[in-house]
C-alpha cells in the first residue's frame, strides 16, 4: 500500500505494477505485495525512504531487472540467494559449490 505522504509518481508507479500483475492473473494480495516491495525497493535506491536494506541499495533496480530473478525467468535465483537459501537449511559443503551445484542442493530438498 502506498505510504503517507508518498510522491504522486510513486503512488502511480504502485497502481500499475498493481494492475499488472493482476492482469496477469495474479491474486489481489500478491499484487499488492509485489507493488509495495517494488516501490519500496525504489525509494529506498533514490533515496527517498529514512531507512533502507542492504540488499535494495547493493542491488540493481526493479525497472532495470526487469524480472530477470523471478524464479522463473531465464536467470532464476542469484548465486547469494540460493546460497543464503542453503545457509537457512543447513546444506553442508555450502560454501564450496558454484551457483548450479547450489541450485541442485536447495531444489532436491
Known amino acids: 500500500m502506498p505510504q ?14 498493481k494492475d499488472s500483475v493482476l492482469h496477469r492473473g495474479g491474486s489481489e494480495k500478491r499484487a499488492k ?5 517494488t516501490v519500496n525497493k525504489v525509494r529506498a ?3 527517498e525512504a529514512k531507512t533502507a536494506s542492504k540488499t535494495s541499495l547493493n542491488d540493481m533496480s526493479p525497472s532495470k531487472r526487469g524480472g530477470e530473478r523471478s524464479h522463473s525467468g531465464a536467470g532464476g535465483r542469484t548465486y547469494a540467494q540460493l546460497y543464503q537459501e542453503a ?3 543447513k546444506i553442508s559443503g555450502r560454501s564450496s ?3 548450479a551445484e547450489l541450485l541442485k542442493a536447495v ?3
Open 4 to 17: 503517507p505522504g508518498q510522491s504522486a509518481k510513486r503512488t502511480r508507479q504502485y497502481e500499475h505494477i
Open 33 to 37: 505485495e509485489i507493488a509495495g516491495r
Open 45 to 47: 535506491q533514490t533515496g
Open 87 to 89: 545457509q537457512t537449511r
Open 97 to 99: 559449490m558454484n551457483k
Open 107 to 109: 531444489g532436491r530438498r
